[in-house]
């Protein structure tokens, strides 16, 4: 990875304003997104089987042998949609403050060495899937080749970046990867869905005049030894709720082109591919 791919406002980059107070953006994250997710893993991952109807048309349509990336695959449910392609999945990886980008690739093979990592629970479960490969890796600072790979998907994971140029920087970091193709039906291009803003008619009931940045609950039954009766316990996960037109426009600031878009089941999806002469940078 170049030493040039690392976002100039870094600030910008690592804090934000939370009821009112500055805070630590990877901190927050932390707390707030991934250390739920490492307790809730096996949960998670039992109600995560069936792939998305649009994310599994992608997939299919590939054509045979396409490689690309699933970042942020939980526990890897994509993966066996189409075994005519090769997917390399990933999730969460707790980079040291301050590591240097050429160190990166370092660090991750290392901490896949001890696997005792506590962010590496769903990557656990991703690995039980044959013929192709699971890594875990901060999506900031993907530790691949850039201009390489065929097609990238990012399913419901954006929008636990709590700032927008986070979210900015995610979505540039994959579409580095892509093959900067001239625009064609075949281009190397990129799926991402996030959660929307306008959820009117579901269980939530979110609409366009809510707050966008809200604390979502998980409700886990646990079995006490005490009780005949299982306990609960709820985790509260971060999410940016996207407003129609969002993600393009993070798309856009990333250095990409939106082809295809649309909504789904609560969620915006879009379809974009890499400018040709787009960096990290855009």
Request: aromatic share 8%; with cysteine.
């Amino acid at each position: 990875m170049r030493t040039d791919s690392l976002p100039d406002n870094q600030l910008e980059l690592q804090s934000s304003k939370r009821d009112g107070q500055q805070v630590d953006s990877r901190a927050y994250e932390e707390e707030h997104v991934h250390d739920v997710y490492q307790q809730i893993a096996s949960h998670f991952s039992s109600t995560r089987y069936k792939p998305w109807p649009i994310v599994e048309t992608f997939l299919n349509d590939l054509p045979d042998g396409a490689v690309g990336l699933d970042v942020g695959c939980g526990n890897g449910k994509y993966m066996g949609v189409n075994s005519n392609i090769f997917i390399v999945a990933s999730d969460r990886f707790v980079l040291p403050t301050g590591t240097e980008p050429e160190h990166i690739t370092d660090l991750i093979k290392q901490t896949l060495v001890d696997i005792g990592c506590r962010s590496e629970a769903l990557v656990k479960i991703a690995t039980k899937h044959e013929a192709h490969s699971a890594l875990v890796a901060d999506m900031l600072m993907l530790p691949h080749p850039a201009s390489f790979f065929d097609f990238a998907i990012s399913v419901a994971v954006i929008h636990h970046l709590s700032t927008v140029p986070r979210r900015v920087q995610a979505i540039a970091a994959i579409l580095e990867t892509l093959k900067p193709y001239p625009p064609s039906r075949t281009s190397s291009k990129a799926l991402i869905y996030v959660w929307a803003l306008e959820q009117k008619h579901s269980r939530r009931g979110w609409s366009e005049d809510d707050e966008q940045d809200v604390m979502v609950p998980w409700v886990m039954k646990e079995k006490s030894a005490e009780s005949k009766e299982p306990s609960t316990k709820t985790f509260h996960r971060y999410y940016h709720l996207y407003r129609s037109g969002e993600l393009q426009r993070d798309i856009s600031a990333a250095g990409g082109t939106v082809i295809e878009a649309g909504y789904e089941k609560d969620n915006w999806w879009a379809i974009a591919i890499r400018n040709v002469d787009s960096s990290i940078h855009g």
